[in-house]
């Protein structure tokens, strides 16, 4: 149970790094 807790939160937040560096790259684009 604690496992996949971990691998969910590890998965998140990774995905959050990339939406990050995805929205910054569209605004540079966009600018």
Do not use: A, H, N, W
Request: charged share 20%; net charge neutral; glycine share 6%.
């Amino acid at each position: 149970m604690e496992l996949s807790l971990v691998k969910i939160i590890r998965y998140g937040f990774s995905c959050d790094k990339y939406v990050q560096s995805l929205s910054i790259y569209v605004l540079d684009g966009l600018s």
